[in-house]
Nanobody, 117 residues
Framework: QLQLVESGGGLVQPGGSLRLSCAASGIFFSIYNLGWYRQAPGKQRELVAAITSGALTNYADSVKGRFTISRDNAKNTVYLQMNSLKPEDTAVYYC???????????WGQGTQVTVSS
C-alpha cells in the first residue's frame, strides 16, 4: 500500500531555512517523477519544484536560486531544501509522485510552512 509521509514543515523567520522530506513506501520509487507543490490560502496549488527519475530538475521562477529539490532512491525519499525564505513562501507544501508510463500519481498529506517574524 502506497504511503507518502511528509515532514520538516514549521515556523521560520524571513531569511531562514527549512528542509522538507517525503518518505515513500509501497512503490518502486526510483522510476517515479517527484515534485513539491504548495497551496497558500485562497490560491491554487502550484508546482514549486520537480525532479525526474533521471534527476532532471525544474523550479518555479519564484523559488529559483533559493530552493533545491533532491532525491535519495536508496531511502525512497525526496527532499526540498528551502533557503532565504520569504513570507510569500507561506503555504501548505505537498509531495507528489507520478509514474511516467501510466501517469498514476499520488499526493502526500501536506505540511505547513509559515514564514513570519
Amino acid at each position: 500500500q502506497l504511503q507518502l509521509v511528509e515532514s520538516g514543515g514549521g515556523l521560520v523567520q524571513p531569511g531562514g531555512s527549512l528542509r522538507l522530506s517525503c518518505a515513500a513506501s509501497g512503490i518502486f520509487f526510483s522510476i517515479y517523477n517527484l515534485g513539491w507543490y504548495r497551496q497558500a490560502p485562497g490560491k491554487q496549488r502550484e508546482l514549486v519544484a520537480a525532479i525526474t527519475s533521471g534527476a532532471l530538475t525544474n523550479y518555479a521562477d519564484s523559488v529559483k536560486g533559493r530552493f533545491t529539490i533532491s532525491r535519495d532512491n536508496a531511502k525512497n525519499t525526496v527532499y526540498l531544501q528551502m533557503n532565504s525564505l520569504k513570507p510569500e513562501d507561506t503555504a501548505v507544501y505537498y509531495c507528489h509522485v507520478e509514474r511516467p508510463t501510466t501517469r498514476a500519481n499520488y499526493w502526500g498529506q501536506g505540511t505547513q510552512v509559515t514564514v513570519s517574524s
